[in-house]
């Protein structure tokens, strides 16, 4: 009998036998617990990474969106009600954004069209599609990072931008700025430690480096 892939996924979260660690792990992301959440983050995010590179086949778009979905997944963990929850959110949210890539690259390829159909049937496992997620939240964490970066002491902000939004080297921001490598790299260290302080009220280490890289 052929078994469609919303099929195989549900049977393979029916049969799975969590362990007392993952369910501990569970129980303990529920709360906010962060060695909780990475534990579930080593586990899924090459899964989540490949499963949208296979989809969209571009990878730094691919790595954005499986950030999102773990970041939407610590900002919703209370509404989880399952640990099998975990990995169908994280499927589930990479699912919607894939399928708005795809929409999206319709405008400049037509042809793609029936590729989306047949992608849309093939990701649609609905074990979540009813939930909403915390836009609100993730707004007020993007005012919160926009905000810290501008509140960075004057020249180690212009180096932070300088590196992250500008992708330019050291030597290259050192030589533009009249100083030494060292020193780039001091006020870089001093940006990304204020950053991440500014931040863990909010989210898991593992998470901020992950937006700090990012940006």
């Given amino acids: 009998m052929f078994i469609t892939f919303k099929q195989s996924v549900s049977l393979q979260l029916s049969m799975h036998d969590y362990s007392k660690t993952e369910l501990l792990n569970f129980k303990n992301l529920k709360s906010g617990n962060e ?8 586990k899924y995010y090459s899964h989540i990474l490949g499963f949208c ?3 969209i086949y571009d990878k730094p778009q691919s790595s954005g969106i499986t ?5 939407n997944l610590w900002l919703n963990k209370g509404k989880i009600e399952k640990v099998s929850g975990v990995e169908s959110f994280l499927y589930t949210y ?4 894939c399928l708005n890539a795809i929409r999206h690259n319709q405008v400049k390829e037509r042809y793609k069209s029936k590729t989306l159909n047949e992608k ?3 990701l649609d496992f609905d074990i979540l ?4 997620f915390d836009t609100l939240a993730l707004s007020e964490l993007e005012d919160l990072i926009s905000k810290s970066i501008e509140n960075l002491p004057e020249k180690t902000k212009v180096i932070f931008l300088k590196k992250r939004f500008e992708n330019k080297k050291n030597q290259d921001i050192a030589n533009e700025l009249n100083v030494t490598v060292k020193t780039v790299e001091a006020h870089m260290t001093k940006a990304l430690k204020i950053l991440r ?3 863990s009220d909010y989210l898991p280490l593992v998470l901020i480096t992950l937006i700090l890289s990012k940006h």
């Fill in 197 to 199: 302080l500014n931040l």
């Fill in 94 to 97: 990479a699912k919607s954004k």
């Fill in 120 to 122: 849309e049937r093939e």
């Fill in 129 to 132: 599609n009813s939930m909403s």
């Fill in 35 to 42: 060695k909780a959440f990475e534990y579930f983050f080593n």
């Fill in 67 to 71: 950030q999102d979905a773990f970041l």
């Fill in 53 to 55: 590179i296979q989809f």
